[in-house]
């Protein structure tokens, strides 16, 4: 199973903005909807082995995690507008504490924070961070449960890595230039399916 | 210089579409602007020697070619709504034959069909065609100056691989599954920047 954290720093939790206005209403929102585009889509079909988590953090009603589950995902396109609109329906349901619910098929939402949400992962998972100065990609041998963790276009604050350290890790790099968190997603799948495609 | 020719066989040509549409009404443009997205975008920069052409074939004022160019781009957001609206201002643009115009900086639009675009790049541009029985992008030794060119979310038909049959060209493969264009950008982009770091 292949996973993806991204942090929505300013992702707004209450369904209170325009799919007109993504961008600015909803905190860069359209950083979110193009990894989920990155994380799923191929061709001619979906990843089924993918796990995207979306830890939004902006608004009156922080934090909230949306889980996009490739096995079981349905009404998913790649545009942002639709998929802007499936988490605004997440992000219209009624909640309880500790309690995940569903909204679409392959779309859940929670009140986890990211620390709830990598203290969950931590047994099963290995964090792997991408940093400018860690290991190439071509030349790291993938664990069998990955789990990313990208920023969206701000990197993660003092208090996120103070979380992150808590757990053991890899940090990978993936070429000589700085990428947006939906490409990086691109070239770890590629790196992954040629991995995959000669065992 | 790195170009992209981009095939958008059902983009509509004339602005009768809406910004929530872009998907339907407009010929599968959403397509398209990730695509631009993908050719421009680094984290905090823009890809300033990239040339992209959208070769737009759907719709009554057909066919249109609208070109951005890094160098001197302005205005370029990375959403999917913002570059629809960049492109349809350049679609509302008075043409004459034989003419590009300027839209926006950075945005030009002519009357260029498919063929006309082949035959003004033929002579500095190496072509290349993306193919599952292509060379390893990894092995491949890249030309000064590549013109890579992908079908929108339909293959090149067999009118337009006659045009393209015409030119020399490389075909490449870059990894073991089939990706919508706009990753495919990113995949050849991450070995290109790998090849000129280690220069």
Redesign the interface.
């Known amino acids: 199973m292949i996973r993806f954290i991204i942090l929505g720093h300013r992702a707004h939790t209450t369904a209170d903005f325009k799919?007109?206005d993504?961008?600015g209403g909803a905190g860069r929102l359209?950083?979110l909807t193009?990894c989920v585009?990155?994380a799923f889509?191929?061709?001619?079909d979906l990843r089924r082995d993918v796990q995207l988590y979306l830890v939004m953090m902006g608004g009156d009603d922080a934090p909230k995690t949306i889980r996009f589950d490739g096995s079981v995902m349905k009404y998913l396109?790649?545009?942002?507008?639709?998929t802007a609109s499936l988490i605004r329906n997440a992000l219209l349901k009624k909640l309880e504490p500790d309690r995940e619910v569903i909204s679409s098929p392959g779309v859940f939402v929670s009140r986890k924070s990211f620390e709830q949400l990598m203290d969950e992962l931590s047994e099963e998972c290995r964090f792997i961070y991408l940093r400018e100065n860690g290991e190439d990609v071509r030349e790291y041998e993938f664990p069998e449960n990955p789990c990313y963790i990208l920023g969206d276009d701000r990197d993660p604050t003092e208090e996120e890595e103070a979380i992150m350290a808590k757990y053991p890790y890899d940090t990978i790099c993936?070429?000589?230039?700085?990428?947006?968190a939906n490409?990086c997603m691109?070239?770890v799948h590629?790196e992954m399916?040629?991995r995959?495609?000669g065992e």
Chains 1, 2 share one sequence.
């Open positions: 799919l007109e993504i961008c359209d950083i193009r585009n990155s889509f191929l061709s001619h396109n790649p545009d942002e507008r639709s993936l070429g000589p230039v700085s990428l947006h490409h691109i070239l590629n399916d040629r995959k495609a």
